[in-house]
């Protein structure tokens, strides 16, 4: 069932007695741009009902399966019924109830493996309200000190992959007297080293301009 106005949320509850066969369903989204992310985070809120019925189908099922599909461009509607998405996570309630019904959150994460990404969700027979799916990235923000500034950077997949960046100097009349270079982590920080400076050349001063900015004033 599709989100409504009354219900906004994906649901599924194919767990009766009388199925004779196990269920199984997809849902897929549209293509997403990952935007040069090197790793995407999943946040996935969800409730999910306990198998405890007693008319329950032998099929009932308490988990939820994440997958994705990797491409450089929006694809004609790639087929996860046909092997081509691959699997990243089973989802499993932290505990499970007899009768309560409680929200989940579910967060994991999956390595980019080109300029776009399909998700997909399988249940195989499970009692299940897809409520929110968050996909975000991290990145090293904008950042510098004493007249130098280093760019916004996308963090790498893992601190095995560091991604250094060259800095420059914020002022004309400064120079760099080391080579700026800074690495950006994995969790969207900068590995921060002390001792990072421009000076400002022969004949100008260091003052602190109109905009509070450090400037080299001759």
């Known amino acids: 069932m599709h989100p409504?106005?009354?219900?906004?949320s994906y649901t599924v509850c194919d767990i009766t007695k009388t199925i004779t066969r196990e269920p199984i369903n997809w849902l897929r989204t549209d293509f997403?741009?990952?935007?040069?992310?090197?790793?995407?985070?999943?946040e996935i809120h969800y409730f999910l009902l306990n198998c405890f019925y007693v008319d329950t189908s032998q099929f009932c099922k308490t988990y939820l399966t994440l997958y994705s599909y990797h491409a450089n461009t929006a694809?004609?509607?790639?087929?996860?019924?046909k092997g081509m998405f691959q699997q990243e996570a089973v989802i499993t309630?932290?505990?499970l109830s007899p009768r309560i019904v409680k929200k989940d959150i579910f967060r994991g994460s999956v390595v980019t493996r080109g300029q776009g990404i399909y998700l997909a969700f399988l249940d195989q027979g499970g009692c299940i309200a897809l409520t929110k799916v968050?996909?975000?990235y991290r990145y090293c923000p904008e950042s510098g000190s004493t007249l130098v500034t280093f760019p916004r950077t996308v963090a790498p997949?893992?601190?095995s992959d560091l991604m250094e960046q060259e800095g420059k100097c914020t002022d004309a009349n400064s120079v760099n007297k080391v080579k700026l270079v800074r690495a950006c982590l994995s969790d969207g920080k900068?590995?921060?080293t002390d001792g990072f400076a421009c000076l400002c050349k022969a004949g100008y001063e260091l003052i602190i301009g109109s905009v509070a900015?450090?400037?080299c004033k001759g």
Request: glycine share 0%.
């Open 190 to 192: 900068w590995n921060i």
């Open 157 to 159: 997949a893992s601190n």
């Open 134 to 136: 968050i996909i975000s």
């Open 93 to 95: 309630p932290k505990s």
């Open 32 to 42: 997403i741009d990952v935007k040069n992310a090197k790793r995407l985070d999943i």
């Open 4 to 8: 409504t106005t009354v219900r906004p």
């Open 213 to 215: 900015a450090l400037e």
């Open 75 to 81: 694809q004609p509607l790639p087929d996860p019924t």
